[in-house]
């Protein structure tokens, strides 16, 4: 009988639910809206409707599965509780929940679980990705925020209320950038795909740098992709932009490698794409920043999740931790 985990990835503007199997591979997959009514209960009961139909779906091609639970990635998400809390992308205000919610639609036997989608995603990369057999490592997925998941003897680190591991709001500079958090100064100013768009804007702005490939691309137009694409091109802004993210990342990076002393350090996101344009700064500031003890000997790896269906892959993964504990 074919073991299945169904993971959920709920974002603000799409829900995505897929059905995985032990090696990551999703079978079958679907997709609604995540509504801005702001109804939880009327959110719950489609959700609960997409689900059975993905179930049903399931069914048709293969009647030899059993269901092992639900996993589910959510912003603000809160594993210990099953709750989802204050997330400021959802229309649902306050504290939401939803492993109970979910619960009351599905068996008993079905393990249920919930955490923040970074923590999803470094669950799936132990899993199913690059962290295969390894009991210490950090993943940090770089996208709208820089979110983290820590990984430490083998367990994700929840700490006492169920939201350690923010290391995307690590103090960088001191009184610098607005984060998106309302302090200013955090990584994720710096080194999210906003944060490199605003890098580029500066850069743009201290050269005059009317030539620049960037140059007449409106903020909301531009995209880390571009960045990517200038930077091919040879492009002195975009280039300096990866090596200023980069020189960023990896100080941050160094304070979690002298917090934690991970065997590897994962990266995750769009700007990942980018390769050495973005591992190459980071890997060299990560070791400029180092005590003498950890220089050379950290893991910086690119994410081994397909990111069309890490999300979906990640929260899966919950399910299987889930029910070997």
Same mark, same amino acid.
């Given at each position: 009988?074919?073991?299945?985990?169904?993971?959920?990835?709920?974002?603000?503007?799409?829900?995505?639910?897929?059905?995985?199997?032990?090696?990551?591979?999703?079978?079958?997959?679907?997709?609604?809206?995540?509504?801005?009514?702001?109804?939880?209960?009327?959110?719950?009961?489609?959700?609960?409707?997409?689900?059975?139909?993905?179930?049903?779906?399931?069914?048709?091609?293969? +009647?030899?599965?059993?269901?092992?639970? @639900?996993?589910? !990635?959510?912003?603000? $998400?809160?594993?210990?509780? &099953?709750?989802? =809390?204050?997330?400021?992308?959802?229309?649902?205000?306050?504290?939401?929940?939803?492993?109970?919610?979910?619960?009351?639609?599905?068996?008993?036997?079905?393990?249920?679980?919930?955490?923040?989608?970074?923590?999803?995603?470094?669950?799936?990369?132990?899993?199913?990705?690059?962290?295969?057999?390894?009991?210490?490592?950090?993943?940090?997925?770089?996208?709208?925020?820089?979110?983290?998941?820590?990984?430490?003897?083998?367990?994700?680190?929840?700490?006492?209320?169920?939201?350690?591991? +923010?290391?995307?709001?690590?103090?960088? @500079?001191?009184? !610098?950038?607005?984060? $998106?958090?309302?302090?200013? &100064?955090?990584? =994720?100013?710096?080194?999210?795909?906003?944060?490199?768009?605003?890098?580029?804007?500066?850069?743009?702005?201290?050269?005059?740098?009317?030539?620049?490939?960037?140059?007449?691309?409106?903020?909301?137009?531009?995209?880390?992709?571009?960045?990517?694409?200038?930077?091919?091109?040879?492009?002195?802004?975009?280039?300096?932009?990866?090596?200023?993210?980069?020189?960023?990342?990896?100080?941050?990076?160094?304070?979690?490698?002298?917090?934690?002393?991970?065997?590897?350090?994962?990266?995750?996101?769009?700007?990942?794409?980018?390769?050495?344009?973005?591992?190459?700064?980071?890997?060299?500031?990560?070791?400029?920043?180092?005590?003498?003890?950890?220089?050379?000997?950290?893991?910086?790896?690119?994410?081994?999740?397909?990111?069309?269906?890490?999300?979906?892959?990640?929260?899966?993964?919950?399910?299987?931790?889930?029910?070997?504990?």
């Amino acid at each position: 009988m074919k073991k299945i985990a169904i993971g959920i990835d709920i974002g603000g503007t799409n829900t995505v639910i897929g059905a995985v199997d032990q090696d990551g591979n999703v079978m079958v997959s679907r997709s609604m809206d995540t509504p801005k009514h702001g109804d939880f209960d009327r959110y719950i009961a489609d959700l609960s409707v997409e689900i059975k139909e993905l179930v049903k779906a399931l069914k048709l091609l293969n +009647e030899d599965i059993s269901i092992l639970g @639900i996993g589910v !990635g959510a912003p603000n $998400g809160n594993y210990y509780n &099953g709750t989802i =809390e204050y997330a400021p992308n959802l229309s649902f205000n306050g504290v939401i929940h939803v492993v109970d919610a979910l619960k009351k639609n599905f068996p008993e036997s079905y393990a249920i679980a919930l955490t923040n989608d970074a923590n999803a995603a470094a669950i799936g990369e132990m899993v199913y990705g690059g962290a295969k057999g390894m009991k210490n490592f950090v993943m940090y997925t770089l996208g709208t925020g820089v979110g983290s998941g820590v990984v430490v003897n083998g367990d994700l680190v929840y700490g006492h209320d169920g939201f350690a591991g +923010e290391c995307g709001h690590t103090m960088l @500079i001191p009184g !610098g950038r607005l984060c $998106g958090c309302g302090a200013r &100064g955090h990584l =994720e100013a710096y080194c999210s795909a906003p944060g490199m768009k605003r890098t580029a804007f500066e850069l743009m702005a201290h050269y005059n740098a009317e030539d620049s490939l960037l140059a007449n691309k409106s903020f909301n137009e531009l995209t880390s992709k571009m960045i990517y694409e200038a930077a091919v091109e040879g492009d002195k802004i975009a280039k300096e932009v990866f090596e200023k993210t980069g020189e960023y990342l990896g100080q941050g990076l160094a304070d979690t490698v002298h917090h934690l002393a991970p065997e590897a350090i994962f990266l995750f996101g769009g700007p990942v794409a980018a390769g050495d344009f973005i591992f190459k700064p980071t890997y060299e500031s990560l070791n400029r920043h180092l005590l003498p003890m950890f220089k050379d000997k950290i893991k910086l790896l690119p994410s081994q999740l397909k990111s069309g269906d890490a999300a979906i892959v990640g929260a899966s993964a919950l399910v299987w931790k889930e029910v070997e504990s």
